[in-house]
């Protein structure tokens, strides 16, 4: 059974000599076929995420240039000119399906950022619920570290963690991941199965020598193991495999799974629970408890009855009941001023008391453990 069968939201990384083939610029047949899956997909409710390279190989191709440059300023101009073609190609592609397509260009210091962070989530949830599909790459224009090969398959499993993902498909040039180079070992054993984050999973594709590693393997086993840190398991599997997305989303094994040792929902509550300093807490009613405890809602500010500590939005803070005994605990969704501002108020007053219409919940359900 693919991890993919019971997947609702789903991270898809492409690797650059996928969708470049092989360095000749964006390949238009293969994102063609990615894209029809995608919106496949899409029509049966599932909410996708694509992490694509490929912007340096295009603008390479596009100004004219044979050999991949080494100063830095020169491959950012690439990447520049390259985000272009990539962007025009997905959404091409994706509406001939029905589908909308939007550049996200990230970097790692925007996922490093609290407030920075919560804004990409936020635009990337909206996006799925619009049914368009987020095209993401890291902004290589605007990076001062230096350029490295296989860095997207980082950014897929941070970008998996950021949304809350079901789960990771790394689709590459290898059927999956192998004990040994079976280009250089016949008894190089196929790994169908196995657990992310298994210490002996880098050694083999990590080893001093090994061709594996420098090809890229290595960064999609650290990959898998930083998706499965929210419960996200990972699928690595041959990007040109036919169907190879629809197959696995119809519970087919393609690939080398690597599945997470804690799911989804259990893996974000115990990252809550486990928050030994917490910077405030809300008090709420009487009214609040019931609907906390036994309705199982989401907490509103209406029924918060004092705000304490200074936290911000992404915090996470304790929710104590009227004895001031801790009742749970979860992520704030506004900051501790904004809190005391709209604490007793319906969401109907919080655009004229905060200046914008955000979440109408201070805690939603889905970020919230009872203690």
Request: hydrophobic letters at 45%; charged letters at 25%.
């Amino acid at each position: 059974m693919s991890l993919l069968s019971s997947a609702r939201r789903i991270v898809v990384k492409v690797g650059s000599s996928l969708v470049t083939n092989e360095g000749r610029g964006v390949d238009a047949e293969a994102i063609a076929n990615w894209s029809r899956q995608l919106a496949a997909l899409a029509t049966e409710g599932r909410e996708l995420v694509m992490v694509s390279s490929g912007a340096i190989a295009e603008g390479m191709k596009r100004l004219g240039w044979t050999t991949r440059p080494k100063e830095l300023h020169e491959l950012q101009a690439a990447a520049a000119v390259g985000q272009m073609g990539l962007a025009q190609m997905y959404e091409s592609q994706l509406s001939a399906h029905g589908m909308h397509s939007a550049q996200v260009l990230l970097t790692h210091a925007d996922l490093a950022d609290r407030e920075r962070y919560l804004n990409a989530r936020s635009t990337l949830l909206t996006l799925m619920a619009h049914r368009v599909l987020p095209v993401i790459n890291e902004n290589d224009t605007v990076v001062n570290d230096e350029i490295k090969f296989g860095d997207n398959d980082t950014l897929g499993a941070l970008v998996a963690n950021l949304v809350e993902a079901d789960a990771l498909v790394i689709l590459t040039d290898q059927r999956g991941l192998y004990s040994a180079d079976p280009r250089k070992d016949p008894n190089a054993r196929f790994i169908d199965n196995a657990q992310a984050g298994d210490l002996e999973l880098e050694h083999m594709a990590g080893g001093a020598g090994s061709s594996i590693g420098r090809g890229g393997m290595l960064t999609k086993i650290l990959a898998a193991k930083r998706a499965a840190g929210s419960g996200a398991g990972t699928v690595i599997a041959w990007g040109r495999e036919p169907d190879v997305l629809l197959r696995l989303a119809r519970g087919e094994a393609i690939g080398t799974a690597l599945h997470a040792a804690t799911p989804k929902l259990q893996a974000r509550k115990q990252w809550m629970v486990d928050h030994l300093q917490m910077r405030g807490a809300v008090k709420v009613d009487a009214g609040a408890v019931t609907k906390l405890r036994s309705e199982g809602k989401s907490l509103l500010p209406i029924g918060v009855t004092e705000v304490q500590g200074d936290f911000h939005r992404g915090d996470v803070i304790a929710v104590l009941g009227p004895d001031g005994a801790e009742l749970a605990r979860g992520l704030a969704n506004y900051s501790a001023a904004e809190s005391r501002l709209i604490a007793r108020k319906p969401s109907s007053e919080f655009e004229a008391l905060l200046g914008y219409a955000a979440e109408p919940e201070l805690i939603h359900r889905d970020n919230l453990v009872l203690r």
